[in-house]
């Protein structure tokens, strides 16, 4: 570990402690001069509460209360993690920590005062000092990191990586290092093909600061060769195993119920309470859409009725949750002679290249099968307003993976297991991210990527890029 690394966080210290003092000395003038949470603003629930203000305690002596006090909620950051020098965290879980710590602090002051049997700091200052604490302490961070980025430019605290693999996974690693993380990472040694022996005379005055080996040509016995050869070195060691390899985009969990490590591939979220809560909400804003909608229906079913002879609903066989099939509906878009029994044949016999190319995408940008005002309608999506009442049935899900036609199975592959957990959906995440322009494959994966990583959030993102889609008529 860089001497550089150890310093920068080390001084994370007092730049804590400074912002935690200032935050108490703030919040003794913000009672004392009657703001925000005063008792006179909050005298009703005073009352209540049978709250009798005191006097306060002089300043002087406020401040010494608070130079014992700060130590406790040092001790709360450290317990949180909120000084670990490497891996170092994401600002989001950041955040979470800090306040987690300060919550932690104050809960402690809190015991104090329990065995005390006296409360003596005031209770609106208590109340000031809980929330100016996490607002000052993370704008003391924020800070303290706009230094370290400027220090980056002269090589102070820049972690250099060594990495064993080939260039795409070496820059892909170095990148993601740099996405996640305040530290900056450098690619500094790419080492491949070489053998153990030759690795760690390699590595043996380097000036790495940490090595990632992520490949599989060494050995368990190999493996631990090259840690020690790293641990005299003073180098930081990871690998990647080769699972980790084949099962890439899954989540995992290290777990330590044994003496040894157990990494244990996560189930996708949509697993249990996943599965209940995507459901009903499933239910509730799909109908809630049908209601609002209804009107727009109406005009729709009208507009289809007149414009080509044939039925406004078209109903199609899908692949469902479980491989079981459903029958997805929509408005007719397509000339009658090419959305019946014989659509296919009579759409290979008319356009023999559009046919081609459409076995091969599975999509086309100028579909001879679609009438003028079916055009409007898929560019617009609204085609598939039908497609909410499949999801009030249970048939789809508002956002989901793609809901695949049966011919389609073959070409999906081992991905199919995984992608048939959950139900299809109306939108989906490779929809919002290039729509026809992405190949089917990358579709898949997308897909795949989606149910292994789902959360409520990701829904409501999806929800909104889909609706910017639509309403900028991108959709084909």
């Known amino acids: 570990m860089k001497r550089s690394e150890l310093w920068l966080t080390v001084l994370l210290i007092p730049v804590d402690a400074v912002m935690l003092l200032l935050a108490y000395a703030t919040s003794y003038w913000l009672r004392s001069e009657g703001y925000l949470l005063s008792p006179s603003f909050l005298a ?237 909400f499933d239910v509730v804003v799909g109908a809630a859409f049908l209601v609002v909608l209804s009107p727009l229906l109406l005009l729709l079913m009208l507009a289809v009725y007149l414009s080509s002879p044939g039925p406004v609903f078209f109903r199609q066989a899908r692949v469902g949750r479980r491989r079981s099939e459903v029958r997805v509906v929509k408005f007719r878009t397509m000339y009658q002679r090419y959305s019946g029994p014989d659509g296919e044949a009579n759409f290979k016999r008319d356009h023999p290249v559009a046919y081609a190319q459409y076995q091969e995408a599975r999509k086309l940008a100028d579909d001879p099968r679609i009438t003028p005002l079916g055009r409007i309608m898929r560019k617009f999506s609204l085609d598939e307003l039908p497609q909410f009442w499949n999801v009030v049935r249970g048939d789809l899900s508002i956002v989901g993976p793609r809901p695949f036609l049966p011919s389609e199975l073959g070409r999906i592959g081992d991905m199919a297991r995984v992608l048939f957990t959950v139900r299809p959906g109306l939108t989906g995440f490779w929809q919002v991210s290039g729509r026809n322009q992405i190949p089917f494959d990358e579709r898949v994966k997308m897909d795949k990527r989606y149910i292994e990583h789902w959360n409520l959030l990701w829904d409501l993102w999806l929800m909104l890029r889909t609706a910017g889609v639509v309403l900028r008529g991108t959709g084909q």
Do not use: M
């Open 44 to 280: 009703s629930l005073s009352e209540q509460a049978r709250y009798v203000p005191g006097e306060l305690i002089p300043f002087q002596e406020y401040l010494s209360l608070a130079y014992y006090l700060v130590p406790i909620g040092i001790l709360a950051f450290a317990a949180t993690g909120l000084y670990r020098i490497r891996p170092l965290l994401p600002l989001g879980q950041r955040l979470a920590r800090l306040a987690i710590g300060v919550t932690t602090s104050q809960f402690a002051i809190l015991l104090i005062f329990l065995f005390r049997r006296e409360f003596f700091l005031p209770r609106t200052t208590f109340i000031y000092t809980w929330i100016l604490a996490f607002l000052f302490v993370g704008l003391g961070r924020l800070l303290f990191a706009q230094i370290q980025r400027y220090l980056h430019r002269f090589g102070i605290g820049v972690v250099r990586l060594g990495i064993v693999g080939d260039q795409v996974l070496a820059t892909r690693v170095a990148g993601q290092f740099n996405a996640r993380n305040q530290a900056t990472y450098v690619l500094s040694k790419q080492y491949h093909n070489l053998s153990v022996d030759e690795l760690c005379l390699a590595i043996q005055g380097s000036e790495i600061d940490e090595l990632i080996v992520a490949t599989e040509q060494y050995s368990d016995q190999d493996l631990v060769k090259i840690r020690v050869r790293c641990l005299e070195e003073h180098i930081g060691f990871s690998f990647v195993p080769a699972a980790f390899a084949v099962l890439n985009g899954a989540s995992y969990r290290v777990r330590y119920e044994v003496d040894v490590p157990l990494i244990e591939v996560l189930p996708t979220p949509l697993d249990g309470w996943g599965r209940v809560v995507k459901r009903l």
